[in-house]
């Protein structure tokens, strides 16, 4: 497992967003401010049951914050315990264990106007983002998808005044009107647009589709998932080796192995998170034209030179990392 920092926050106000949704507000236990992060980032939340999730930081890291995070919790169904216990047991006051930010799903520097599709709770990443911008005075769109005015999380946030000239809101339950063709929105896309998701899976996939046949060049497309998507491969296939450049040494990775298991088996410590292919957490740069893919964070030009090892494999026999 990774050896990564975790800090101890108290949960300082906790507020109903939504019938499915809470929000948390985290503090330093001593008032102190918690580390710097840039919009887009997420943490790991520790939670009672012994359960840990990643989370997106729901609010850009601007002065106004002092050092504090914002995450939202949507309460699912399905959940595997993770979402139940932090509506259910958890209380203002109390300590959670923390990892640090990390971002995975940054804003791109080199564009010259960003466009952020967010699905239900997948506004949180992109709400920090959409402030990010407003305040550095860029040029953005924030299309926001959700079922009804009820089940709009962050509806203060949203409709500040500095969001409010960039936002499209599109509610299922509404007027007609007011409704994106998701279509008609990416076709025509003007050079230097970056186009940011995340959502749910139906929601990921709808924009995917849009996208692919709008010609959205793909290095221009970043996605933040929430989950695998369900038709996903596994993470088992054939026996391959690592050859770790660096060290000089091989490692071998057994059919029902995963690369980082392997790498964590002869002591080698790669962090990992979410174990999906979701976060990046575990991605070092390699031999990526030598790697069969199966992450969901990674753009088409960073496959050629980087590889996730928590689900991805090698395409042949062997895959050099730069480790
Ligand atoms: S641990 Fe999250 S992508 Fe590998």
């Known amino acids: 497992m990774s050896l990564e920092r975790t800090l101890t926050v108290r949960v ?15 503090a330093h236990p001593w008032g102190r401010p918690l580390p710097s992060y840039e919009a887009g980032a997420h943490i790991d939340v520790h939670m009672p049951g012994g359960f840990s999730r990643q989370y997106s930081l729901a609010r850009a890291p601007l002065a ?4 504090r995070y914002v995450i939202g ?9 993770g979402s139940a216990s932090m509506h259910e047991r958890v209380r203002e006051g109390d300590l ?8 995975t799903f940054p804003l791109r ?8 599709l967010a699905g239900g709770i997948g506004m949180t990443p992109l709400l920090a983002m959409a402030q990010a911008l407003a305040a550095r005075g860029a040029q953005f769109t924030l299309c926001v998808f959700a079922r009804s005015e009820e089940h709009l999380a962050f509806a203060d946030a949203l409709r500040a005044p500095s969001l409010a000239p960039h936002l499209r809101l599109h509610l299922d339950q509404g007027d007609a009107s007011q409704r994106i063709d998701l279509h008609s929105l990416l076709a025509g896309r003007a ?44 993470t088992a296939g054939l026996p391959f080796t690592l050859k770790l450049a660096k060290r000089g040494i091989t490692v071998p990775v057994a059919a029902d192995q995963t690369a980082v298991d392997a790498l964590h088996e002869v002591g080698i410590d ?41 689900c991805s494999r090698a395409k042949g026999l062997e895959l050099e990392l730069q480790l």
């Open 12 to 26: 300082e106000r906790i507020s109903r967003q939504t019938p499915e949704i809470l929000a948390f507000e985290l």
């Open 64 to 67: 106004t914050n002092a050092g």
């Open 73 to 81: 919790v949507k309460r699912e169904l399905s959940s595997r315990g």
């Open 96 to 103: 959670l264990p923390i990892s640090a930010p990390r971002n």
């Open 109 to 116: 520097e080199e564009a010259t106007h960003h466009l952020l």
């Open 191 to 234: 050079p230097g647009t970056h186009l940011y998701v995340c959502g749910p899976g139906g929601f990921m996939q709808a924009v995917r589709e849009a996208a692919a046949k709008t010609d959205w060049p793909e290095d221009a497309l970043h996605a933040e998932y929430f989950a695998a998507p369900t038709d996903a491969g596994a």
């Open 270 to 310: 790669i962090p990992v998170s979410c174990q999906q292919g979701l976060c990046g957490t575990c991605v070092v740069e390699g031999d990526g034209e030598g790697a069969e893919h199966r992450d969901f964070c990674l753009t088409g030009s960073e496959r050629r030179h980087k590889v996730a090892l928590c």
